[in-house]
């Protein structure tokens, strides 16, 4: 089963969520601001990405947060920036298979068509 974390009003997650449906691949969407993310998930995510992938540096809710928050970020204080602040993540994180991806790429496209054919 095919896991994407997104939000809904993300072009990238809508995108990714419409192929898949085209594609008839069953997926299970969880949206990051309609339920609470677990620690243990995000642990998970940095582990497998690092800290520059999972983070949205360019995006309006990091430039929102102090200096002092986006400075020496450590996995600890990472996990609970993300926490308090969902949209933080890049978006569509697909899991499948033991793997984690951000985005919706060709690469992860092609991919996920043929773990799953």
Not at 22 to 37: E, G, T, V, W
Not at 45 to 62: E, F, Q
């Amino acid at each position: 089963m095919i896991t994407i974390h997104g939000i809904k009003n993300c072009d990238t997650c809508r995108r990714a969520r419409k192929w898949l449906d085209m594609h008839k691949i069953d997926h299970h969407y969880f949206d990051l601001r309609d339920a609470s993310l677990p620690p243990a998930k995000v642990a998970e995510w940095l582990h497998h990405l690092g800290v520059d992938c999972l983070i949205n540096s360019r995006g309006t809710t990091w430039k929102r947060l102090s200096i002092e928050e986006r400075t020496n970020l450590t996995p600890e204080r990472a996990i609970n920036l993300i926490i308090e602040h969902p949209t933080l993540i890049k978006r569509p994180i697909i899991e499948h298979a033991g793997t984690v991806t951000v985005g919706f790429g060709k690469e992860v496209q092609d991919r996920l068509l043929s773990d799953l054919h």
